[in-house]
Structure formats: structure tokens, C-alpha cells
């Protein structure tokens, strides 16, 4: 009865968990979340397992067998329950992380099973064990490689983005705009050699490019920069957008300001100052600002402006 309280448990720890921040890592914590979750739910069904089938010849594996089919019946059944929650999404990566934490928890107990293994078994059970440690340390590679990037976000900090660079892909989103890397344009000296991110804005409703979760603490600085180069002849124009994370979505409540890009290297510089004082009625939080985006209304023509870092001074 305890290990099917134990279930019930963890199942409602499933419904009711939300992440604590709309961040990516706390997203894929979530996600991989689903392999001990399941593989706990798959230990405490081994278990119901034996107290309903006592053991007899044979028995031991029928046992692992009954609680893998029990998890596999769970993960089908919270799976289809959330078609029609709006707050939830059916997703074949839970499905699989579901399947594979209990796999590899089986096994991992299995190993240790003296109901299953003589003390003459050690070199299977230590194939077992390698098995399913490389599949769990396999599945949370993603996990591994994501903090990776927010370590370098870290290390890169004042500069805040860096479109040119690798770590910082996950935080970027396009939106009706095509971002690249290109040789940087014949008059921007600076950079000549190096490589730039060119943005295309096409000719859509506010074509962009948002960076979220930004480097959040901005307190200690007293302005943001960035360079923008335009091959155009006449001016056009960029907006920037800033948002902390107490930002209600109203146009009020963040920084906005248009700037006059002129052709060639522009030099860009906001006081601090002006983006902390922005909001209507408040002021925004410099320690947690959360998304940064680049973006134009319809232009008349497509238009491409280039932009190599993004920093804090």
C-alpha cells in the first residue's frame, strides 16, 4: 500500500510542478525531470509488484516486467489527459524520457537484485550498470551543453550579446527576420576581416530579432552600447527593446526607443539611466532584465543592417 501512496505521490508532483522561472534551463530541467520521476514511479511499482506476486520461480523478472508495463500504461495515460489542458502539451520527448527512466532505473536495481544474480555475476551486472549510467548520462547531455552556454554568457559578460558567437544561439529568436554571418562590409575598419551578423529585416508587420535572458543583473553599469553598420545611402530605422522580468506585455511598461541608423558605422549609447526610468509609473528592475529585441515596423524595401556586440560599459 505505501509504495502505491508513493505512486499516487509522485504522479500529483507531475500534474502540479511548474518551473519556478520561464527560463530555459529551469525548462529543461522540467523536461529531464521526467527520468527519475518515472524511474522512482517504476521502483515503487517493482515493489507493489512483489507484495501482490509473491515470489516463486520465474517470478523476479515477471516482476520488473509488470512494473515497466505499469509505467508504460502511466506515461500513455498522462499523456493523452493533457490534450485538451491548456496549460500542458503533449510532447514524445516526456514520452521518452518517461520510458527511459524507468528502463534504466530497473536495470540499475536489477544489478543489485540477489533475487536475480549468484555472487559469481559480477561482469553482467557491471555491463548493466555501465549501460544505464551512459544512457542517463547521454539524455542529460542537453542539460550539460545548456549550462555550458549560460556559463559563457556569464564569462562574455559586459558584452551581453554576441550574435557571432556560438554560445549565444539558444537565446536568440528570429521573428519574421533572417539572421547570418557574413565578412564584415568593406567600410567598418574595425572589423575588417572578422566576421558580422548581418540582420534581414524583410517586408513584414515588425520583422526582428529578440536575445532572451540576457545577462539580467545590468546594475553596477551606467550604459548600453552596440554598433550598427548600414550599407544604405539614406537613413532608416532601428527600435530597441528592453524588458525585466516584471514586464506586463504593455507597450508602457518597457523601453522603447527608435534610433535613426545613418549609412555606415553608427555608435550607439543609452544612458542606464533612461531604460531603468522607461516603464509608466515604476521603474524597471536593472537586476533582472530578461529580453533585449532589435526590430523595425514594415520596412518599405527589405533592409539588412549589421551588428557585431552588444555591451555594457
Known amino acids: 500500500m505505501a509504495a502505491l501512496v ?3 505521490a509522485l504522479l500529483w508532483v507531475l500534474v502540479a510542478g511548474r518551473p519556478p522561472q520561464p ?3 529551469w525548462k529543461e530541467i522540467f523536461n529531464l525531470g521526467h527520468i527519475p520521476l518515472f524511474g522512482l514511479v517504476a521502483l515503487l511499482a517493482l515493489v507493489a509488484a512483489r507484495a501482490f506476486l ?3 520461480p520465474g517470478r523476479p523478472l515477471r516482476h520488473y516486467l509488470l512494473a515497466f508495463v505499469v509505467v508504460a500504461l502511466i506515461s500513455l495515460v498522462s499523456e493523452i489527459a493533457q490534450i485538451n489542458m491548456a496549460s500542458r502539451q503533449v510532447e514524445v520527448q516526456d514520452a521518452v524520457h518517461n520510458l527511459l527512466g524507468a528502463i534504466c532505473f530497473l536495470v540499475i536495481r536489477s544489478a543489485f537484485d540477489p533475487l536475480l544474480w549468484d555472487s559469481d555475476s559480477r561482469a553482467p551486472r557491471g555491463l548493466l550498470l555501465g549501460a544505464a549510467s551512459l544512457a542517463l548520462f547521454v539524455a542529460s547531455w542537453t542539460l550539460l551543453e545548456l549550462a555550458w552556454h549560460y556559463g559563457m554568457r556569464s564569462a ?3 558584452r551581453i550579446v554576441d550574435l557571432d558567437s556560438g554560445w549565444q544561439q539558444p537565446f536568440i529568436s528570429a521573428q519574421r527576420a533572417d539572421i547570418g554571418l557574413v565578412p564584415a562590409p568593406a567600410g567598418w575598419t574595425e572589423k575588417s576581416g572578422h566576421r558580422v551578423s548581418v540582420i534581414s529585416f524583410p517586408q513584414n508587420p515588425w520583422p526582428g530579432v529578440a536575445i532572451r535572458e540576457v545577462y539580467p543583473d545590468w546594475t553596477r553599469m551606467k550604459a548600453y552600447r552596440m ?3 548600414s550599407t544604405r545611402d539614406h537613413s532608416v530605422h532601428l527600435t530597441i527593446r528592453i524588458e525585466d522580468a516584471l514586464h506586463n506585455q504593455q507597450h ?3 523601453f522603447n526607443r527608435t534610433l535613426s541608423i545613418e549609412p555606415g558605422l553608427n555608435d550607439v549609447s543609452i544612458p542606464l539611466k533612461d531604460i531603468r526610468d522607461a516603464p509608466v509609473g515604476r521603474e524597471m528592475d536593472l ?6 529585441i532589435l526590430f523595425t ?11 557585431s556586440d552588444i555591451w555594457l560599459e
Not at 537586476?287 to 533585449?292: C, E, F, I
Not at 515596423?297 to 551588428?307: A, G, K, V
Open 23 to 25: 527560463t530555459l534551463l
Open 54 to 56: 509473491p515470489a516463486g
Open 297 to 307: 515596423s514594415r520596412p518599405e524595401e527589405p533592409l539588412e543592417l549589421h551588428i
Open 227 to 229: 554598433q550598427v553598420f
Open 252 to 254: 508602457n511598461d518597457r
Open 287 to 292: 537586476s533582472q532584465v530578461w529580453q533585449l
Open 156 to 158: 562574455a559578460f559586459p
Open 6 to 8: 508513493g505512486i499516487a
